[in-house]
């Protein structure tokens, strides 16, 4: 089975499907990464909020598999923005996944209530930080259409990605505007965190019809529509049934049903970007 790769707007590639670790207990990340890394994924989404980047890199570390057969990625924590504390929590994300420079970085929340709003500037320290070779690529997370605008015209410099809320009910409206500038659209909780959409008549028909599981029908939806996906399972069956969708696709008709399924505001699941403020203690 073979992950196509997309290519980003700094020429790098990055594979479309990988493995997501939010929500992954520190003590469980090892063992999950550890039997995605068997079943054959070679990307593993991971943020330094989420406390588990030791797991992953002692994961990395006993897999014995080479470095650019890997595509590690992490975000920054709410708390380190201002420039000092940014470079310092890439340095202690680096030590921790025990390599010398990650693949891609991320503003992880651009919190327009914090820091006088100014996340211009934290994307200013990414930038430095892809020139100073610390990470490969630079891109954001759950940015709005105008946090976008606002720092791609602040800088020139577009994003690689901005990685979004996306599945079936919520078509995240900010997944136009990533494209319109160019930048890959990656779509978090793709499975709308294991709620509804699991057993939505569309869907399971679907299933039905491909002879697949509802999970391979939503997962296959976001890799037509050409968005980058990351599912998490703690569970290694899951593991093995969310990568084992590289052999059906859906129609155009298909996919479009599937899109009709959005449900606006009301389908997501997660804070609101706009007004998201939170910086752990
Ligand atoms: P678990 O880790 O217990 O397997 P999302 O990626 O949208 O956030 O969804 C993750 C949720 O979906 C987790 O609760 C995960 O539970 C569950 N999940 C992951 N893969 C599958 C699957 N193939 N079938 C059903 N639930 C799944």
Redesign the pocket.
Known sequence: MTVPTLTLNDQTTIPQFGV?V???PPTETERVVSDAFEVGYRHVDTAQMYGNEAGVGAAIKSSGLSRDDLYITTKLNNGFHEPDRARASLEASLEALGLDRVDLFLIHWPLPTQYDGNYTRTWQTLIELRDAGLTRSIGVSNFQPDHLDTIVSATGVVPAVNQIEV?PYFDNPARGATQRHGALVEA???????GGE?TDPVITALADKHGK????VILRWHLDRGDVVF?????RE?LA??FDVFDFALSEDEVTSLNALDKGEDGRTGPNPDVFDWIPA
Do not use: D, I, M, Y
């Open positions: 997501g939010w929500q992954v599945h978090w909780s793709p499975l709308g965190q294991g699991l599981t509802p999970a391979q599912p998490k399972s703690t569970h899951r049934e969310n």
